[in-house]
């Protein structure tokens, strides 16, 4: 083997590494042709990868990774994705409208509870929200979770989405029944405008389950 | 649709080219503007095709690898003629708005 031929394969064999981050099914398909592009685009006696191409290849796998694998046609499930990522968004969002509306909570409570201090109120109140304050990023990780799971169609996807949608309707429910409308309308209009966005997610989802299962 | 796409799928219209050729037309035609990595156009090429705008055209072994053509569908046409008319038509109001009316982009 000549010293060209040693280089060219040293080169597609570190370049196949890379490629290493695509789904197999890319893979399958293109890495053949991709490496012969690789090796023809690179100078004589190259053996190591381009930097650029490097960062290429791996934006390029991790972004088909994440992308809905869904043809065009799909409009319904492709908006229920949309929705389930804003979902996500607006879980963060509660979850900094909770940390900076606990001062405003806490006077508030102080002047309808005359035994509470200003103190005593505001550790009341971070422990009474300490698992809404851990369980919205873990919700908000969830929706990101099902909106790449429907996106792959994981046959599991519609029923864990399901399960979380009551998982905050049960949430937001307690919050309403337990006067949360009067002390922090701010949380509850937020948690009301993710509710709905996760119910017309789960709608569009289902719909988009019976279908193919019709 | 991105700038890449519409090069990719404006390469392909002049007939059926492989990754290589695809590149160092995209080179040639954007003046050296935009060079394209070899992983973002199989991507692309991978979403294309996906879509149906393109297809492959043959396929040959070169020197013991694959060279795959591409070529565009119909449906890939007619997307790549939409798509450059609304260029034209957004670059004929700029130009006109500029004073720059350009008679080959249908501008006065």
């Known amino acids: 083997m000549t010293d060209v031929q040693t280089d060219v394969r040293t080169l597609e064999r570190r370049y196949r590494r890379w490629l290493a981050w695509y789904p197999s099914s890319f893979r399958r398909e293109h890495e053949t042709e991709l490496l012969a592009v690789l090796v023809a685009i690179s100078g004589d006696g190259q053996r190591y990868p381009a930097i650029g191409e490097v960062f290429a290849l791996v934006r390029s796998a991790i972004g088909m990774r994440l992308r809905p694998d869904l043809p065009r046609s799909a409009r319904a499930l492709r908006a229920a994705i949309g929705l389930l990522c804003l979902s996500a968004v607006l879980e963060i969002v509660i979850f900094g409208v909770m940390i900076g509306t606990i001062g405003g909570v806490a006077t508030r409570l102080v002047v309808t509870e005359p035994g509470l201090t200003e103190q005593t109120a505001r550790t009341a109140l971070v422990a009474h929200l300490l698992p809404e304050l851990i369980g919205a990023p873990i919700v908000a990780a969830g929706w990101l979770v099902l909106a790449w799971a429907n996106g792959h169609r994981r046959r599991w996807a519609p029923a864990c989405q399901l399960a979380l949608f009551v998982v905050i309707t049960v949430s937001l429910l307690e919050g309403l029944t337990s006067g949360a409308t009067h002390y922090a309308l701010a949380d509850v209009m937020v948690g009301v405008a993710v509710w709905l966005t996760a119910m017309v997610a789960l709608v569009l989802t289902l719909r988009s389950a019976a279908r193919s299962y019709a | ?108």
């Open chain 2, 1 to 108: 649709m991105h700038e890449a796409t519409f090069l990719v799928l404006t390469s392909l219209a002049g007939g059926p080219q492989h990754g290589y050729a695809i590149l160092a037309d995209i080179a040639e035609m954007s003046g050296d503007r935009v060079r394209l990595r070899a992983g973002t156009l199989y991507t692309a090429l991978d979403r294309l095709r996906g879509d149906g705008l393109i297809e492959v055209a043959k396929e040959q072994v070169v020197d013991g690898r694959l060279r795959r053509y591409y070529r565009l569908t119909p449906q890939g046409s007619q997307t790549l003629a939409d798509e450059a008319a609304r260029l034209r038509s957004n670059a004929t109001v700029a130009l006109r708005r500029l004073g720059l009316g350009s008679p080959e982009l249908g501008g006065a």
